[in-house]
């Protein structure tokens, strides 16, 4: 899960494996893959940056099999 923050400033966890788009336009639009829309605080560099680590944090223990072998 990633926290974002709404334009209203109540903060929130989001399955990023559910965005299916972010789009600046200028305020920053979430779409899911159910076509649900979130308007954040967030750029979608700092959404970006966040899935990155998310990935890293979940990919981290089979990378760390497969060094191992």
Request: proline share 6%; charged share 25%.
């Amino acid at each position: 899960m990633i926290f974002l923050t709404r334009t209203n400033g109540i903060k929130f966890y989001i399955n990023p494996e559910l965005i299916q788009l972010v789009e600046a336009t200028p305020d920053t639009v979430i779409t899911l893959v159910n076509n649900k829309k979130f308007l954040v605080k967030d750029t979608p560099q700092e959404i970006a940056e966040r899935f990155i680590e998310y990935r890293r944090k979940t990919l981290a223990p089979f990378s760390a099999q497969i060094s191992d072998q």
